[in-house]
């Protein structure tokens, strides 16, 4: 519950710190601008909202793991809801605007995640999970896009370490097996699902793990 919030926090001041003209740069996901990463930020936070008042008589159907479904193919920025995500970001306008919604929407989820029993059920997209393994789920969630926002953008901070060494805990139960322990936590992510390409001593680092990944979620 606490690393939630502090990798939430982390983020959102990440954000906070962007220069105006940061938000017309790329992010580390395809086909997105950072205003774009930002706009989805504001949806995931709404999602988090709504899900947290959304409790369940029913037994948990997933847990933190198999919250995430892997996908085949990576994202080509076509897809009608990330394309809807765009449209949305640009009517924006001010990046100012952008960022004072995520930090207002922002706020309220981290405070809903706060005072929410880690072990209520909630429903979230037809399944049941615990709040305390649908927030952890969200660590991942938040230090993915964390290394997304800074994917071309060295200067600003990235996530914690702590948000780092658990969401790649999460990504090697999703996968089923450990990463080399030499291995940094950061480029564990960004190999594990795709958003760098492993270089050749890295793909004989993984063996047969390597065969796995790409882990593409969402």
Do not use: K
């Not at 709504?50 to 193919?73: G, H, N």
């Not at 615990?130 to 200067?155: K, N, R």
Request: with cysteine; glycine share 8%; hydrophobic share 45%.
């Amino acid at each position: 519950m606490e690393l939630f919030g502090r990798s939430w926090a982390a983020l959102r001041a990440a954000v906070d710190g962007l220069a105006e003209e940061y938000f017309a740069e790329p992010s580390g996901c395809t086909g997105w601008l950072v205003r774009d990463l930002v706009c989805h930020l504001v949806i995931d936070a709404q999602d988090v909202l709504i899900t947290l008042v959304t409790p369940s008589p029913a037994e948990p159907t997933r847990d933190a793991a198999s919250y995430w479904q892997a996908a085949t193919e990576p994202p080509d920025g076509q897809d009608p809801l990330d394309a809807l995500t765009v449209r949305l970001a640009a009517a924006y306008g001010d990046p100012a605007l952008l960022r004072f919604h995520l930090d207002d929407v922002g706020s309220a989820a981290g405070r809903a995640a706060e005072l929410a029993d880690p072990r209520l059920r909630v429903a979230t997209q037809g399944q049941v999970l615990t709040v305390g393994d649908y927030l952890h789920a969200y660590v991942l969630e938040w230090t993915l896009h964390h290394l997304d926002l800074v994917a071309h953008l060295p200067q600003v901070p990235g996530p914690p370490a702590e948000g780092l060494a658990a969401a790649r805990r999460l990504l090697e139960r999703i996968a089923g097996g450990a990463f080399p322990a030499p291995f940094p936590d950061a480029d564990a992510l960004l190999v594990g699902t795709g958003r760098r390409v492993a270089t050749r001593a890295e793909r004989a680092e993984l063996g047969a793990l390597g065969t796995r990944l790409p882990l593409v979620l969402g």
